[in-house]
């Protein structure tokens, strides 16, 4: 008989189908497990609406809980669960490992421009704050590039939502 | 002819569909700057912000195709010209007038900030839900708006394409003749292969 432990477990092996190098768990899109009667119910957030990736992530999930022997059941929940601030602290590391700057904490409001302009943004690679902002928007809706002054290395920053 | 699925009965319907819409083909016309925007960094920033607005908009469709029981596929593409409810100022095709773009972002940013503020109050909770969720990222696509007004805010032609625009931004209920053709573009591949699914 399948658990909700076993679930999470089998999850945590799939990797964002957009930044590999860090699972849909550390993401912390998967919102709830629930097993009953050999049935698997999983419960996910989109990170970004237009997320292109949503039905590759879904197939994914489904595909992970029929290997465990279960039915999947995989719903899509778009509500205001997700923020950036799910992103676990293993997951943040990985994503600065592989040059994505991690989100910064989202205060009680949302950024303002002046915040990016402004606002104290480490570079991934050589851990200067003297870094400038280049583009608000990116090569996927859930990043921003910006240029590091000291390294002169320009990087994606994981925008806060 | 009225399409049968907005025969049956939706709250959601009058309240969403005109946003829905708004999204669907303001995206669309954003994504028009794809490859030939005036510098690299927009091209990015208006492929950005086109597919955002498209995400939102099939989120939407969604919810009110949950009521309607049907998908938000056949309320984005089933439906006649006519029964669209979008406003004339996003049906504009500006490519390739630059300021005017500008300014219709900006403007529309301003407004659709203040209604999705009011979707968020909603009593339905999947409304208010997804409506915070759509003001998350709207929050970035105002910040690129600001930007940009900062920027050309004493230029006589932005100035100009505000005041033009201006007025249009609430006119909604007869479509302006431009829009016949993107309803075309947007839907040929729907209707070339009847039944496909993606």
Known sequence: MVTAEAVWDALAEIPDPEIPVISLVELGVVRDVEVEDGRVRVEFTPTFLGCPALEVMRDQMAAKVRELGAEPEIRVISDDSWSTDRITPEGREKLREAGFAPPAPRAAAAPQLVQLQRGPFRCPYCGSTETELENIFGPTPCRSLRYCKSCRQPFEQFKTI | ????????????????????????????????????????????????????????????????????????????FDRSPDEYRCSAFVELRLVPDWAKTIARHYLYEQADEQRIKALMESDDDEVSGLAAKIDREEAYHRMHAQMWFDRLQDEPRFVEALEELRPLADKRGEHIPEFAELWDEMTMVRRSVVGATW
């Open chain 2, 1 to 76: 002819m009225v399409s049968p699925v907005l025969r049956r009965v939706s709250e959601r319907a009058p309240l969403l569909l005109p946003i829905a819409d708004d999204e669907l083909v303001l995206g669309w016309r954003n994504s028009e700057w794809t490859g030939i925007a005036p510098f690299l960094e927009e091209d990015v920033a208006f492929s950005s912000i086109a597919q955002n607005e498209i995400g939102h908009a099939r989120a939407l469709y969604e919810l009110v195709a949950a009521e309607l029981d049907t998908t938000a596929d056949e309320l984005a």
